[in-house]
């Protein structure tokens, strides 16, 4: 895994940081990475990455490197710790969430199932 950036909530690598800025400087426009947990998927929670120009009341906002994150209140406490990682290899390439608060996750990582009664 890359060095990680700085932050209280959501860090991310040096290698996500570099993709996220790369891509955000596409869009051309101000905007931050929030980062959320909706239910779903075969583990019970799914991540969601994207893009988004609004802030919400209760919004935890960090800075890694360039790259403002966003997290919503009722997502922060299933993403406490979490590291985003971006891998680009000729086998794989794409974003990965290491989460210590994910006690399993599905065979194609993209959801995981979370012990509520700790991470509430």
């Given at each position: 895994?890359?060095?990680?950036?700085s932050a209280t909530e959501v860090s991310l690598t040096?290698?996500?940081?570099?993709?996220?800025?790369n891509l955000l400087a596409?869009?051309?426009?101000?905007?931050?990475?929030r980062v959320a947990v909706e239910s779903g998927g075969c583990a019970g929670w799914r991540y969601q990455l994207y893009f988004d120009d609004q802030s919400q009341p209760g919004d935890v906002?960090?800075?890694c490197g360039q790259v403002r994150v966003v997290v919503d209140p009722?997502?922060?406490?299933?993403?406490?710790?979490?590291?985003i990682d971006f891998t680009d290899t000729l086998s794989r390439q794409g974003f990965t969430i290491n989460n210590p608060n994910a006690v399993?996750?599905?065979?194609?990582?993209?959801?995981?199932?979370?012990d509520s009664a700790e991470a509430l």
């Open positions: 895994m890359s060095e990680t950036v040096t290698a996500a940081a570099a993709k996220v800025t596409a869009e051309g426009a101000d905007l931050a990475l906002e960090t800075v009722a997502s922060r406490p299933y993403l406490q710790g979490a590291v399993s996750q599905c065979a194609c990582g993209d959801s995981f199932q979370c």
